[in-house]
């Protein structure tokens, strides 16, 4: 079954204390991005990576790290998680930038920062 | 100022009461619109991708079309499970987003028998 796959879905963490989001696809997809939900301002890029060892900034990311070592895999990392980073995160992945009829989403990771 | 203004933010229907929601946006050059059905809790779901104006895309109850500033969804005769957030999302050829997807804030449709 096609799938993106987001772990752990939900997360409590505490301010500065280091965390990563994993992502996971596999449908051989080059392109990845992750996104942030939040009420009233919608889903906004936060990094995105059209291939391995390719990555580049979306719209909000301040605070935030990515890695692409490996075409399935897209981790996000917190390094000093704060208050405001407290939100739903979704990664999503398609078979390249120039195409996203279909962009496939994961079920998406619950974030609070205390 | 938002690039995907999306309306009503809300919308309320009675089980078979025919509707639209609206998408409006404003960049310099379209390359592609998309719609997204998200239920709570979940990830978007892809619906319908829209190149050019007057390109009308077919889904069971839902019609989505387009013209050169706004897409409009068309809900026909829903029913419960139609209920859900409805995402708009524009892809642009050129300006600051490189390409990537710029979500509107959405509409929450919400339908009861």
């Known amino acids: 079954e096609a799938q993106v796959t987001q772990n752990p879905r939900y997360l409590i963490t505490v301010t500065g204390k280091k965390l990563t989001v994993t992502c996971s696809q596999n449908?051989?997809?080059?392109?990845m991005s992750w996104y942030r939900q939040d009420p009233g301002l919608g889903l906004r890029q936060i990094y995105y990576?059209?291939?391995?060892?390719?990555?580049d900034k979306g719209d909000v990311p301040e605070g935030y790290k990515v890695s692409r070592k490996e075409k399935r895999n897209f981790p996000l990392i917190l390094e000093s998680p704060s208050p405001n980073q407290t939100s739903l995160y979704f990664c999503?992945?398609?078979?390249?930038?120039?195409?996203?009829?279909?962009?496939?989403f994961g079920p998406g990771t619950r974030l609070t920062v205390l | 100022e938002d690039q995907v203004t999306q309306s009503p933010e809300a919308l309320r229907l009675q089980e078979g009461e025919s509707s639209s929601l609206n998408c409006s946006y404003t960049?310099?050059?379209?390359?592609?619109l998309f719609w997204y059905r998200q239920d709570p809790g979940k990830g978007p779901e892809f619906l319908f991708t829209?190149?050019?104006a007057g390109e009308e895309k077919e889904k069971e109850r839902l019609k989505a079309t387009l013209t050169k500033k706004e897409s409009f969804l068309h809900i026909t005769a829903p029913k419960p499970e139609d209920s859900a957030t409805y995402l708009c999302?524009?892809?642009?050829?050129?300006?600051?987003?490189?390409?990537?997807?710029?979500f509107g804030k959405g509409t929450k449709l919400s339908v009861k028998p």
């Open positions: 999503a992945s398609s078979l390249d930038k120039s195409t996203y009829n279909e962009q496939f």
């Open positions: 449908m051989n997809h080059e392109y």
């Open positions: 990576s059209m291939n391995v060892e390719v990555t």
């Open positions: 960049v310099s050059g379209l390359r592609g």
């Open positions: 829209l190149y050019s």
């Open positions: 999302a524009v892809q642009e050829i050129y300006g600051g987003s490189q390409g990537n997807l710029i």
